[in-house]
Protein backbone atom coordinates (compact mmCIF):
# COMPACT_ATOMS: atom_id res chain seq x y z
CA UNK A 1 0.00 0.00 0.00
CA UNK A 2 2.47 2.59 -1.27
CA UNK A 3 1.45 5.86 -1.29
CA UNK A 4 0.74 7.44 -4.79
CA UNK A 5 3.44 10.06 -6.01
CA UNK A 6 2.28 13.92 -6.36
CA UNK A 7 4.42 16.57 -6.67
CA UNK A 8 5.29 18.37 -3.72
CA UNK A 9 4.29 21.99 -4.96
CA UNK A 10 2.83 23.25 -7.94
CA UNK A 11 2.34 27.30 -8.92
CA UNK A 12 0.67 29.72 -10.77
CA UNK A 13 -0.23 33.12 -11.51
CA UNK A 14 -4.10 33.82 -11.28
CA UNK A 15 -5.55 33.19 -14.47
CA UNK A 16 -2.77 30.94 -15.31
CA UNK A 17 -3.54 26.70 -15.77
CA UNK A 18 -1.60 24.15 -13.91
CA UNK A 19 -1.87 20.47 -13.82
CA UNK A 20 -0.79 18.33 -10.76
CA UNK A 21 -0.09 14.47 -11.78
CA UNK A 22 -0.68 11.62 -9.52
CA UNK A 23 1.58 8.55 -10.20
CA UNK A 24 0.37 4.80 -9.11
CA UNK A 25 0.30 1.75 -10.16
CA UNK A 26 -1.43 -1.04 -12.10
CA UNK A 27 -2.99 -2.01 -8.78
CA UNK A 28 -4.37 1.23 -7.94
CA UNK A 29 -4.46 4.23 -10.28
CA UNK A 30 -3.79 2.35 -13.57
CA UNK A 31 -6.09 -0.51 -13.05
CA UNK A 32 -8.77 1.47 -11.14
CA UNK A 33 -11.46 3.95 -12.85
CA UNK A 34 -12.32 5.61 -8.75
CA UNK A 35 -9.52 8.23 -8.65
CA UNK A 36 -11.06 11.16 -7.20
CA UNK A 37 -9.29 14.54 -5.88
CA UNK A 38 -9.44 16.48 -2.35
CA UNK A 39 -8.89 19.86 -2.18
CA UNK A 40 -7.84 21.09 1.65
CA UNK A 41 -7.18 24.55 3.09
CA UNK A 42 -5.25 25.03 6.43
CA UNK A 43 -7.24 23.57 9.10
CA UNK A 44 -9.90 22.38 7.26
CA UNK A 45 -10.99 19.28 6.74
CA UNK A 46 -10.80 17.79 3.00
CA UNK A 47 -12.92 18.59 -0.01
CA UNK A 48 -13.78 16.09 -2.38
CA UNK A 49 -13.29 17.66 -5.84
CA UNK A 50 -13.07 15.28 -8.27
CA UNK A 51 -14.49 11.66 -8.59
CA UNK A 52 -14.65 8.64 -11.30
CA UNK A 53 -11.58 10.18 -12.79
CA UNK A 54 -13.47 13.25 -14.20
CA UNK A 55 -16.56 14.02 -12.75
CA UNK A 56 -16.99 16.87 -10.63
CA UNK A 57 -19.85 16.90 -7.41
CA UNK A 58 -22.51 19.30 -7.46
CA UNK A 59 -21.00 22.79 -6.25
CA UNK A 60 -17.31 22.29 -7.97
CA UNK A 61 -16.51 24.64 -10.40
CA UNK A 62 -15.46 23.59 -14.18
CA UNK A 63 -12.39 25.35 -13.57
CA UNK A 64 -11.54 21.85 -11.86
CA UNK A 65 -11.52 18.68 -14.08
CA UNK A 66 -9.97 15.48 -14.60
CA UNK A 67 -7.98 12.93 -16.53
CA UNK A 68 -5.87 9.56 -16.78
CA UNK A 69 -3.49 8.03 -18.65
CA UNK A 70 -2.21 4.50 -17.90
CA UNK A 71 -0.84 4.92 -14.15
CA UNK A 72 -1.23 8.26 -14.26
CA UNK A 73 -3.94 10.70 -12.83
CA UNK A 74 -4.13 14.56 -13.30
CA UNK A 75 -6.07 17.56 -11.96
CA UNK A 76 -6.24 20.47 -13.67
CA UNK A 77 -7.25 23.86 -12.14
CA UNK A 78 -7.78 26.73 -15.39
CA UNK A 79 -8.26 29.89 -14.60
CA UNK A 80 -6.59 29.99 -11.29
CA UNK A 81 -7.65 32.08 -8.61
CA UNK A 82 -6.54 33.26 -4.93
CA UNK A 83 -9.01 30.96 -3.34
CA UNK A 84 -7.63 27.81 -5.25
CA UNK A 85 -4.94 28.08 -2.94
CA UNK A 86 -4.50 24.74 -0.96
CA UNK A 87 -3.09 21.65 -1.13
CA UNK A 88 -5.08 18.97 -3.47
CA UNK A 89 -4.65 15.22 -2.52
CA UNK A 90 -5.33 11.99 -5.06
CA UNK A 91 -6.90 9.13 -3.95
CA UNK A 92 -7.26 5.68 -5.66
CA UNK A 93 -9.43 2.69 -5.00
CA UNK A 94 -7.27 -0.28 -5.29
CA UNK A 95 -7.35 -4.02 -6.31
CA UNK A 96 -6.90 -4.91 -2.88
CA UNK A 97 -10.31 -3.10 -1.71
CA UNK A 98 -8.86 -0.33 0.04
CA UNK A 99 -7.60 3.11 -0.39
CA UNK A 100 -5.04 5.13 -0.99
CA UNK A 101 -3.98 8.34 -1.07
CA UNK A 102 -1.08 10.84 -2.78
CA UNK A 103 1.80 12.36 -0.92
CA UNK A 104 -0.34 16.06 -1.51
CA UNK A 105 0.92 19.26 -3.48
CA UNK A 106 0.85 22.49 -2.43
CA UNK A 107 -0.63 24.88 -4.84
CA UNK A 108 0.56 28.37 -4.46
CA UNK A 109 -1.23 30.99 -6.19
CA UNK A 110 1.67 33.86 -7.15
CA UNK B 1 -27.45 18.36 5.28
CA UNK B 2 -24.81 15.69 6.25
CA UNK B 3 -23.18 15.98 9.63
CA UNK B 4 -20.57 13.90 11.05
CA UNK B 5 -19.21 14.72 14.54
CA UNK B 6 -15.91 13.11 15.23
CA UNK B 7 -15.47 12.80 19.10
CA UNK B 8 -12.99 10.75 21.47
CA UNK B 9 -9.49 12.19 21.02
CA UNK B 10 -7.05 13.40 23.25
CA UNK B 11 -3.91 12.53 25.17
CA UNK B 12 -2.57 9.07 25.95
CA UNK B 13 0.06 7.29 26.74
CA UNK B 14 2.44 4.78 24.26
CA UNK B 15 0.78 1.43 24.92
CA UNK B 16 -2.82 3.02 25.61
CA UNK B 17 -5.98 2.43 24.10
CA UNK B 18 -8.86 5.45 22.63
CA UNK B 19 -12.03 4.53 21.29
CA UNK B 20 -13.52 7.18 18.48
CA UNK B 21 -16.74 7.99 17.67
CA UNK B 22 -18.72 9.75 15.03
CA UNK B 23 -22.29 10.90 15.31
CA UNK B 24 -24.05 11.07 11.56
CA UNK B 25 -26.93 13.27 10.63
CA UNK B 26 -28.26 14.56 7.80
CA UNK B 27 -28.47 10.73 6.22
CA UNK B 28 -29.43 7.54 6.03
CA UNK B 29 -26.57 6.30 8.36
CA UNK B 30 -27.40 2.87 7.39
CA UNK B 31 -27.33 2.86 3.73
CA UNK B 32 -24.05 4.28 3.15
CA UNK B 33 -20.32 2.48 3.89
CA UNK B 34 -18.31 4.45 6.13
CA UNK B 35 -14.78 5.14 6.47
CA UNK B 36 -11.74 6.75 8.88
CA UNK B 37 -8.61 8.62 7.64
CA UNK B 38 -5.99 9.95 9.76
CA UNK B 39 -3.43 12.78 9.09
CA UNK B 40 -0.61 13.35 11.27
CA UNK B 41 0.80 16.99 11.84
CA UNK B 42 1.84 18.64 8.93
CA UNK B 43 1.56 15.43 6.83
CA UNK B 44 -0.66 14.18 4.29
CA UNK B 45 -3.80 12.04 4.27
CA UNK B 46 -3.69 8.35 5.17
CA UNK B 47 -6.56 6.15 4.33
CA UNK B 48 -7.54 3.88 7.94
CA UNK B 49 -10.30 1.71 7.40
CA UNK B 50 -13.68 1.11 6.22
CA UNK B 51 -16.93 -0.78 6.81
CA UNK B 52 -19.58 -1.24 4.89
CA UNK B 53 -23.71 -0.54 5.34
CA UNK B 54 -24.64 -3.44 7.81
CA UNK B 55 -20.76 -4.26 9.25
CA UNK B 56 -20.39 -7.33 8.26
CA UNK B 57 -17.19 -6.65 6.53
CA UNK B 58 -14.46 -4.14 6.83
CA UNK B 59 -11.01 -3.78 5.76
CA UNK B 60 -7.73 -1.96 6.93
CA UNK B 61 -4.07 -0.40 6.30
CA UNK B 62 -1.59 -3.01 6.43
CA UNK B 63 -0.22 -0.20 9.32
CA UNK B 64 -2.89 -0.28 11.93
CA UNK B 65 -4.48 -4.03 11.14
CA UNK B 66 -4.67 -6.29 14.68
CA UNK B 67 -4.23 -2.94 16.37
CA UNK B 68 -7.27 -1.00 14.74
CA UNK B 69 -10.54 -1.93 14.84
CA UNK B 70 -13.78 -0.16 12.58
CA UNK B 71 -17.20 -1.15 14.25
CA UNK B 72 -21.00 0.60 13.63
CA UNK B 73 -24.38 1.30 15.55
CA UNK B 74 -26.86 1.88 13.04
CA UNK B 75 -29.44 2.22 15.48
CA UNK B 76 -27.63 4.87 17.26
CA UNK B 77 -26.28 6.34 13.88
CA UNK B 78 -22.70 6.21 15.32
CA UNK B 79 -19.33 4.57 13.51
CA UNK B 80 -16.00 3.76 16.27
CA UNK B 81 -12.44 3.30 15.89
CA UNK B 82 -11.32 0.83 18.51
CA UNK B 83 -7.60 2.33 18.74
CA UNK B 84 -5.34 -0.49 21.01
CA UNK B 85 -1.06 -0.44 21.31
CA UNK B 86 -1.09 3.02 20.74
CA UNK B 87 2.58 4.43 19.22
CA UNK B 88 3.65 7.79 19.09
CA UNK B 89 3.48 7.41 15.18
CA UNK B 90 -0.23 6.83 15.60
CA UNK B 91 -0.54 10.97 16.67
CA UNK B 92 -2.72 12.48 14.10
CA UNK B 93 -6.19 13.96 13.15
CA UNK B 94 -8.64 11.16 12.73
CA UNK B 95 -11.58 12.12 10.06
CA UNK B 96 -15.08 10.06 9.79
CA UNK B 97 -15.93 9.97 5.78
CA UNK B 98 -18.89 9.25 4.20
CA UNK B 99 -18.72 6.93 1.48
CA UNK B 100 -19.92 8.37 -1.71
CA UNK B 101 -20.34 7.34 -5.38
CA UNK B 102 -17.76 5.57 -7.19
CA UNK B 103 -15.71 4.73 -4.57
CA UNK B 104 -15.08 8.29 -3.12
CA UNK B 105 -14.90 9.72 0.17
CA UNK B 106 -17.75 12.17 -0.22
CA UNK B 107 -18.31 14.13 3.27
CA UNK B 108 -15.88 14.79 6.07
CA UNK B 109 -16.18 15.46 9.84
CA UNK B 110 -14.03 18.00 11.14
CA UNK B 111 -11.83 15.27 12.77
CA UNK B 112 -10.73 14.85 16.17
CA UNK B 113 -7.09 14.83 17.19
CA UNK B 114 -5.55 12.09 18.93
CA UNK B 115 -1.87 12.83 20.60
CA UNK B 116 0.15 9.74 21.80
CA UNK B 117 2.64 10.99 24.58
CA UNK B 118 4.45 10.60 27.57
Known amino acids: QSALTQPASVSGSPGQSITISCTGTSSDVGGSSYVSWYQQHPGKAPKLMIYEVSNRPSGVSNRFSGSKSGNTASLTISGLQAEDEADYYC??????????FGGGTKVTVL | EVQLVESGGGLVQPGGSLRLSCAASGFTFSSYWMHWVRQAPGKGLVWVSR????????SYADSVKGRFTISRDNAKNTLYLQINSLRAEDTAVYYC???????????WGQGTLVTVSS
Open chain 2, 97 to 107: VRNGGSWSLEY
Open chain 2, 51 to 58: INSDGSSR
Open chain 1, 91 to 100: SSYTSSSTWV
